[in-house]
C-alpha cells in the first residue's frame, strides 16, 4: 500500500474541528454532530429482521456517491 496522507495499515483518520459556539447558536450539541458522523461512517444497527431460522441486521449505510472525501466535509 502506498503512503498517503491520513492512510494507516488500519485504514483511513480524520480528524473534526467543530466551531462550538457557532453550533450551539444554531441547538446543535456535540452528540448531534457525533451521531451524524457515526451514522455516515459506522456501522450503525438500525433494526433485526427475523425470519423462521435466521435473523438478519439492518445497517444504517450514507450513499457514497454524495461525499467521497474527506473534503466534502468542510
Do not use: W
Amino acid at each position: 500500500m502506498r503512503s498517503a496522507p491520513g492512510c494507516r495499515n488500519k485504514g483511513l483518520a480524520a480528524y473534526v474541528n467543530v466551531d462550538r459556539d457557532s453550533a450551539s447558536r444554531l441547538g446543535i450539541s456535540m452528540s448531534d454532530v457525533d451521531n451524524a458522523l457515526y451514522n455516515a461512517f459506522g456501522q450503525r444497527l438500525i433494526s433485526t429482521i427475523y425470519t423462521q431460522s435466521n435473523q438478519y441486521r439492518v445497517v444504517l449505510e450514507h450513499d457514497t456517491r454524495e461525499a467521497t472525501a474527506a473534503a466534502a466535509c468542510r
